[in-house]
Structures are given as C-alpha cells and as structure tokens.
C-alpha cells in the first residue's frame, strides 16, 4: 500500500508559465466539448462542465500520468445516454459513483498492466479512428441553429476564422514558442471578431455555461438490489470504456514525451473522480486523449497544466461565463482540426505495403468500428479478440513434429511449437500409431502444453497407442507443464522421463 500513498509527486522540474498559459488553452477548448457531450446524454450543460472540473481536478493531482486531462467524454455520454433517458438523472450520478468503485478496485487489483495485452495495429486503428471523429465533430460548427450548413459570406467567414487559427497553431511555432501557439490562435481570432463586430458563432450560441461551485448531491435514488440491478450494467460498461480510453491514451502520451505513467495508479485516480463526479453532479467521464495532445503539444508535462485547466473551467463558470460565452467556435473548431490532423498516425498509411495482411486487416477494422459506432471501448476489445484470433491461427500451424528411431528401436517425436487449443488437432495428425513400434516417447523440449485442449490431446494419443498395447512416455516437460498434467492426472496416465540434465526455461517458448 505504500506505493499507492504517494500521490503528491511533483518532483518533476516544472515551466510554470508553460504549464499555466497551456492550462488555459485546455480549458477554453473543454468548455464547448463538455457541454456537447451532456446534451448528447440528455443532460444539462452544467452536469458535463462539473464532470470536467472534478474529472480533470481529480486525475490531475492523483493520476499516473502527468500532463494528461479528463473531463467529460462523449464515449462516456452514449453509455448513459439510456439511462437518464429512463430513470433520470439521480441514476446516472449513481452509476458513475459505482463505475468509480469498479475502477479503483481495478486499479488496487493492479489489472491496467492488462493494457499491454493491445496489439500496435489496434492501437493504431484507435487513433486513426478517434482522430476521424474529432475532425467529424467538427463538421457540425459549419452548420446554422436549423441544422442546415453555412452558405454565402456566413461560410466565408467562418471558413476563414477557422483557418486562420489552423494557421497559427501550425506556423507560430516555427517562429517562437514562448507561448502556447493554440492559446494565442484563440486570442488573435477572438480579437478580430471582437474588433470589427464580426457576427459568427460563439460558444454562446451552444448554451449557457453560467452557474455555481457544484454541489455536493448524494443520489436521490432507492437503495435496494432492484437499483442496483438497474445501475450495475451501465456502471460496468462505463468502469470499462473509461479504463480502456484512459490507459489507451496514457500509453500514447507516453510515446509523445517519450516517459512511462503509471497505469494502476491512474486506474485509481480515474475511479476517485468518477466517485466525486457523481457526488458533486457530474456525469462522469475519462481522459480526453483532444485535451491531452494540445497540452503535451503546447509543452506541458507536469500536473499543474491539468489542474490550471480544471480550475480555470470552474472559473469560467462561476465567474467568466459572459465572456467565455463570446469565444467563437470557429478558434475552437480550427483548435480540434488541428489536434485530429495530429492525432492521425499517418505513418501507419505508409506501412501498408509492409505490414502483414492480418494486421492491416485489425487496423481498418478498429478504425471504421471507431467512426462508426463511436464506441471506442468496443472498437479495442474487437481488435483484440482478431489479434488473438489471427495469433492463434499463425501458431497452429507452426506445430510440427521431428521423427527418428532410435538403436533399441524406440520411436521419438521431437515436438516443437506450442501445443493448445488451435494446434491440438495438427498435433494428434503427426503420429503413425499402427506403424510405431511398442515403445514410443513424445519429447516437448521445444514445446509446451498449454491449456486443457492441449491436455486433452496428449490423452487422445495415449489412449491411441495403449489400445494397440504400446507404451508411451512424455520427456521434458517444462514444470508448468508436469503441473497441468498432474491437475488432469484423473483423465490421463502416461509415463514422464525424468531427465536431471534437462533444464527448461519457463519464459522462453
């Protein structure tokens, strides 16, 4: 436990004015994202903008990967999207505290090391997939009150505003980085609409963002197994889309500032301010892979930014409201394009010729999951149920079986690949067993019995050979694997040779 009471880490050397001008940029960009995502559940516009605030308060200060923000996420939305639908409210507040419990229990369970069980090609398609949608999303800003899109000098305006700020965030680096490029984008554009009363869309225009200190709200709801049979799938999904994003994200924040986070420690983090979202009338939420990539990219990677970020959006509500509604979305529209156009691994196009068929084929499916089912969490357990597919399918075939006789004429089977549930038939196909003679060994020195078909499949030989009257003995096995065979030892009765100078490497094959 005493890892874990360590939380306050911030020996790092940090650039507070970096940290703090980057901070802010992150928060103008949460505003409008936050409210979008709770209108999309249903909810009201304050529920998403106190999720970010606790969200990204929370993690910032107890997360396992410094530099990185979270706040309301629509993946989050389209999970309890239902629910507020038809029970209210007081439910969702309710299932984001248990979601919060599931992931501190994860986390405590040390389960985000399972993050490495994500192939590269699913990785990639996430991405890929997450950087379509931010650019997707952003569509709808070119679009008026009526849902109709832009025409005439409104479209020029706006089209030009928005690349105007693309322009800035993608040329003001090369002069100086003194400050935050996307900070001043913002600025410059909010500048000129102001000057010349330029009339375009504002963050207004979405809705409100005025309000108070969030208030402390334990759920009104009945507490009985009835709710709780009611709020414990949706809890559970949610537990898992945010772990799933969360950890996703932190592995590519870490690639970008080439450091290692902490995957458990922010599992926890996650879980403590998914509990505080829902007691403080949040809808919860997860790490924001937008939000984490314009800060890393505006130079932060301390936890300040973070915090800066969260309090800074908790001002703007309860104090800032009026101007920040003034900001056009047209800043913040080009802000995100330009964080989707980062967001794509386009190195990944250019492997296309070079990547094998199978992985190129989890790397197109994760993406079009992604951007067509906008749901992130089922896009990545996808990928990872075809890599696993496809792996199993390469290594059943690689079973293969080495034969000789030796001078006192005993047949030996020299196995090598590994023998389980996808290689277990090809294995019972390497065998003559009417063509043997009467003493035969099966040596798994470069094999390994892995699983209970695998058992299953030593068992069906054996029986094989004994009802012909021939004698069968098993050579190296590897101790995990005599541990298997002694678990299973009531289905199965074969001879193992002892061999003192064999030594088996556990992790090797």
Not at 232 to 257: K, M, R, W
Not at 310 to 326: A, D, P, R
Not at 462 to 488: F, M
Request: aromatic content about 10%; some cysteine.
């Amino acid at each position: 436990m005493k890892k874990y009471l360590n939380l306050f880490d911030f020996s790092q050397k940090v650039d507070y004015k970096t940290e703090v001008l980057s901070g802010l940029t992150v928060a103008l960009a949460l505003v409008p994202e936050a409210v979008a995502f709770a209108l999309i559940a249903g909810l009201s516009p304050l529920v998403g903008l106190y999720a970010a605030f606790m969200m990204g308060l929370v993690t910032s200060i107890l997360g396992g990967r410094p530099g990185m923000i979270s706040g309301a996420t629509g993946a989050i939305a389209v999970v309890i999207v239902a629910l507020a639908k038809s029970h209210g409210v007081e439910y969702v507040f309710a299932t984001v505290i248990l979601a919060g419990l599931i992931q501190m229990a994860a986390g405590f369970l040390r389960l985000g090391k399972l993050i490495r069980l994500v192939p590269h090609p699913v990785i990639f398609g996430f991405v890929n997939g997450l950087a379509i949608i931010i650019f997707m999303s952003q569509l709808a800003q070119f679009k008026d009150d009526s849902g109709n899109w832009l025409t005439g000098t409104n479209l020029y305006i706006f089209l030009g505003l928005v690349l105007l700020t693309m322009f800035i965030i993608w040329g003001l680096p090369k002069l100086t980085k003194v400050v935050p490029a996307s900070l001043v984008s913002i600025l410059v554009v909010f500048g000129i609409v102001a000057f010349f009363q330029i009339d375009t869309k504002t963050v207004g225009n979405i809705a409100s963002i005025k309000g108070g200190f969030p208030p402390f709200h334990i759920p009104s709801i009945p507490f009985s197994i009835d709710t709780l049979v009611i709020i414990f799938p949706y809890a559970a999904i949610v537990a898992g889309v945010g772990l799933i994003e969360s950890l996703l994200t932190l592995n590519i924040v870490d690639e970008i500032t080439e450091t290692r986070g902490r995957g458990n420690k922010e599992a926890i983090a996650q879980g403590a301010a998914n509990i505080l979202s829902g007691l403080f009338s949040g809808m919860g939420g997860c790490a924001m892979i937008g939000q984490s990539l314009i800060n890393v990219s505006n130079g932060a990677r301390a936890r300040l930014s973070g915090i800066v970020a969260s309090i800074m959006l908790l001002v703007f509500v309860m104090f800032g409201s009026s101007l920040i509604e003034q900001v056009p979305m047209a800043a913040l529209t080009g802000l995100m394009i330009m964080v989707a156009i980062g967001t794509f691994e386009w190195a990944s196009l250019r492997t296309f010729r070079r990547m094998p068929k199978s992985d190129i084929f989890v790397m197109v499916t994760v993406t079009l999951v992604t951007v067509f089912l906008h749901n992130l969490a089922l896009a990545v357990i996808i990928g990872v149920i075809i890599a696993a597919l496809v792996f199993a399918w390469d290594n059943a075939k690689r079973i293969r079986a080495r034969k000789h006789t030796d001078e006192k004429g005993v047949k030996h089977y020299e196995i090598y690949g590994p023998l389980f549930f996808g290689s277990s038939t090809a294995f019972g196909e390497k065998f003559d067993v009417l063509g043997d003679p009467n003493e035969v060994v099966i040596d798994f020195a470069e094999s390994r019995i892995v699983d209970m078909s695998a058992i299953e499949a030593v068992n069906k030989i054996t029986e094989r050979y004994h009802k012909v009257g021939k004698k069968v003995h098993l050579q190296h096995l590897s101790p995990d694997c005599r541990n298997l065979l002694n678990n299973a030892a009531a289905i199965i009765d074969v001879n193992v040779m002892e061999d003192p100078n064999y030594k088996v490497m556990m992790d090797t094959i």
